[in-house]
């Protein structure tokens, strides 16, 4: 596997502006590490590292009370005397805690040049690393950061989850960590761990750990543990990721996507939506291309079944709502067929979203008392479809057909008896940061989709309400109105025989 994303690293995660720092969790026992300084600020870094098992190595002409018991104490080193960038030798990790710029910049310099992570009190420009505010629990320990850029904002989201993390995260932390080795042995999948600790934080372990009933959470633990082995299953979650904006996902949805071992997803899940992933899990892009490589529906089936065999939960993500021009309802019955458990998300479809991105109301007292959903993206579709009754008035037609036969959709419609100035709106990336909507009328469809190159996704919404999103836009750019040269054709003469 190469990439995050799946078989081929075809999806990047674009670059941010301001580069997020790496979290890391360092092993300084028994290290070596420097502290620049020997006020009450060295004071507070020596003491974090002494705790972390750290070796201290103070350096400043004096130390505060506590910090020359600890060296009478032998638990840290002092060198008396002004910053020498001897010091940095051997050592892991130095902290500048000093009140003078230019010592804490040589102190940056230094390290810089030696290749040493660099922490400056105060000074996020000449620091390499910074000291996250920290929630201890026992061995487990949650560290907020904001980059150095606003440190008393995480100090201010230490101090609500202090308050939110009680002391039974300690005894659970405490006995995963005394079981590690049993849970490994008996778990040896990656995913069949998971879904253990997930069905056992679910349960009543934490409350009898908070009602101080130890014994009986341990008793609890065990008999978790053994029935768990003999009943851990793969399933497939059938999830449905809507049109791009990941603000439109359901609470059901990301609790599926961060449950999951393997995510299916087609080819136009937004960026933004696969963020929102488990960072662990296995992506493969599974997408359908009219131009270019597609997965065949068939290879999506062989995939689901290859991981929820192996016990892996996996997440078949799909533009949209699964039920809606998903394919969802074949994908179902392949997995009951062969008797793999599933569960179906429902998400946004594109009509509804895009539409109300747009602007657009899909029905209406004055315009529209009915909404009729159409894919066509073939002349045999086309060929299925009733057209008499989609060209009536005073209905919605949202198509999803990306930007292809509209002409043969607008001959149709016009040759069944919809008026050639019924009122569309075309919408490119519906709800995405890059949302362009065009309208016209039907008479210029196609001229007007080609003019401006509109490329998939894209949905197309017929009807008088679709004159409304030159008013009630709200989302993104205006619409753009038809920019096409008029040519004189030759349309399709309204008739209401069958064509």
């Given at each position: 596997?190469?990439?995050?994303?799946?078989?081929?690293?075809?999806?990047?995660?674009p670059?941010?502006?301001?580069?997020?720092?790496f979290p890391?969790?360092?092993?300084?026992?028994?290290?070596?590490?420097?502290?620049?300084?020997?006020?009450?600020?060295?004071e507070?870094?020596t003491?974090?590292?002494?705790?972390a098992?750290?070796?201290?190595?103070?350096?400043?002409?004096?130390?505060t009370?506590?910090?020359?018991?600890?060296?009478?104490?032998g638990?840290?080193?002092?060198?008396?005397?002004?910053?020498?960038?001897?010091?940095?030798?051997?050592?892991?990790?130095?902290?500048?805690a000093?009140?003078?710029?230019d010592?804490?910049?040589?102190?940056?310099?230094?390290?810089?040049?030696?290749?040493?992570?660099?922490?400056?009190?105060?000074?996020?420009?000449?620091?390499?690393?910074?000291?996250?505010?920290?929630?201890?629990?026992?061995?487990?320990q949650?560290?907020?950061?904001?980059?150095?850029?606003a440190?008393?904002l995480?100090?201010?989201?230490r101090?609500q989850?202090?308050?939110?993390?009680?002391?039974?995260?300690?005894?659970?932390?405490?006995?995963?960590?005394?079981q590690?080795?049993?849970?490994?042995?008996?778990?040896?999948?990656?995913?069949?761990?998971?879904r253990?600790?997930?069905k056992?934080?679910?349960?009543?372990?934490p409350?009898?750990?908070?009602?101080?009933?130890h014994?009986?959470?341990?008793?609890?633990?065990?008999?978790?543990l053994?029935?768990h082995?003999?009943t851990?299953?793969g399933?497939?979650?059938?999830?449905?990721?809507?049109?791009?904006?990941?603000?439109?996902l359901?609470?059901?949805?990301?609790?599926?996507?961060?449950e999951a071992d393997?995510?299916?997803?087609?080819?136009?899940?937004?960026?933004?939506?696969?963020?929102?992933?488990?960072?662990?899990?296995?992506y493969?892009?599974?997408?359908k291309?009219?131009?270019?490589?597609?997965?065949?529906?068939?290879?999506?089936?062989?995939l689901?079944?290859?991981?929820?065999r192996?016990?892996?939960?996996?997440v078949?993500?799909?533009?949209?709502?699964?039920?809606?021009?998903?394919?969802?309802?074949?994908?179902?019955?392949?997995?009951?067929?062969?008797?793999?458990p599933?569960?179906?998300?429902?998400?946004?479809t594109?009509?509804?979203?895009?539409?109300a991105?747009?602007?657009i109301?899909?029905t209406?007292?004055?315009?529209?008392?009915?909404v009729k959903?159409?894919?066509?993206?073939?002349?045999d579709?086309?060929?299925?479809l009733?057209?008499?009754?989609?060209?009536?008035e005073?209905?919605t037609?949202?198509?999803?057909?990306?930007?292809?036969?509209?002409e043969g959709?607008?001959d149709?419609?016009?040759?069944?008896?919809r008026?050639?100035?019924t009122?569309?709106?075309?919408?490119?990336?519906?709800?995405r940061?890059?949302?362009?909507?065009?309208?016209?009328?039907?008479a210029?469809?196609p001229?007007?989709a080609?003019?401006?190159?509109?490329?998939?996704?894209?949905?197309?919404?017929l009807g008088?309400?679709?004159?409304?999103?030159?008013?009630?836009?709200?989302?993104?750019?205006?619409?753009?109105?038809?920019a096409?040269?008029t040519?004189?054709?030759?349309?399709?003469?309204?008739?209401?025989?069958?064509?």
């Amino acid at each position: 596997m190469s990439g995050r994303y799946g078989h081929q690293p075809n999806r990047h995660l674009p670059t941010p502006v301001s580069a997020p720092l790496f979290p890391l969790f360092a092993d300084l026992q028994g290290r070596r590490v420097l502290v620049v300084g020997g006020g009450p600020v060295a004071e507070r870094k020596t003491e974090a590292l002494l705790h972390a098992g750290a070796l201290p190595r103070v350096g400043a002409p004096d130390l505060t009370p506590h910090l020359l018991a600890w060296h009478e104490a032998g638990r840290i080193e002092w060198i008396d005397g002004r910053f020498d960038p001897h010091w940095l030798s051997g050592v892991w990790l130095v902290v500048a805690a000093t009140d003078d710029a230019d010592v804490n910049r040589a102190v940056a310099a230094t390290a810089d040049a030696r290749h040493v992570f660099a922490n400056v009190v105060d000074d996020r420009e000449l620091s390499t690393f910074q000291v996250p505010a920290i929630v201890e629990r026992g061995p487990l320990q949650v560290a907020i950061s904001s980059g150095g850029g606003a440190p008393m904002l995480a100090r201010h989201l230490r101090r609500q989850l202090e308050t939110l993390l009680d002391d039974s995260w300690t005894s659970l932390a405490e006995l995963f960590t005394r079981q590690r080795q049993r849970i490994r042995q008996r778990f040896p999948q990656t995913a069949e761990r998971r879904r253990f600790f997930e069905k056992l934080l679910a349960g009543p372990l934490p409350r009898l750990y908070r009602q101080r009933l130890h014994a009986q959470a341990e008793q609890h633990f065990l008999a978790m543990l053994d029935e768990h082995a003999a009943t851990a299953r793969g399933s497939v979650a059938v999830v449905g990721a809507g049109p791009g904006d990941a603000g439109l996902l359901t609470l059901n949805a990301l609790r599926a996507m961060n449950e999951a071992d393997v995510i299916l997803h087609d080819r136009l899940v937004s960026e933004d939506v696969l963020r929102l992933g488990r960072r662990d899990a296995t992506y493969i892009e599974v997408g359908k291309s009219a131009t270019g490589h597609s997965t065949r529906q068939d290879d999506i089936h062989a995939l689901m079944l290859e991981h929820a065999r192996t016990g892996k939960r996996v997440v078949r993500l799909k533009g949209g709502d699964p039920f809606v021009f998903g394919r969802g309802g074949e994908e179902l019955e392949f997995l009951r067929t062969h008797g793999i458990p599933y569960e179906v998300v429902p998400g946004i479809t594109a009509a509804i979203a895009c539409a109300a991105y747009a602007g657009i109301p899909l029905t209406h007292r004055d315009h529209a008392q009915s909404v009729k959903l159409v894919t066509a993206h073939c002349k045999d579709s086309f060929d299925t479809l009733d057209w008499q009754s989609l060209a009536q008035e005073r209905q919605t037609l949202a198509v999803y057909m990306g930007v292809a036969g509209l002409e043969g959709l607008r001959d149709r419609l016009v040759a069944h008896g919809r008026a050639p100035s019924t009122p569309f709106a075309l919408i490119e990336n519906g709800s995405r940061r890059d949302q362009r909507v065009l309208t016209g009328t039907l008479a210029d469809l196609p001229e007007t989709a080609r003019f401006h190159q509109v490329r998939s996704p894209a949905l197309l919404v017929l009807g008088e309400v679709a004159a409304l999103a030159g008013t009630l836009h709200w989302f993104g750019a205006p619409p753009v109105g038809t920019a096409a040269p008029t040519h004189s054709r030759n349309l399709p003469t309204p008739t209401l025989q069958a064509a």
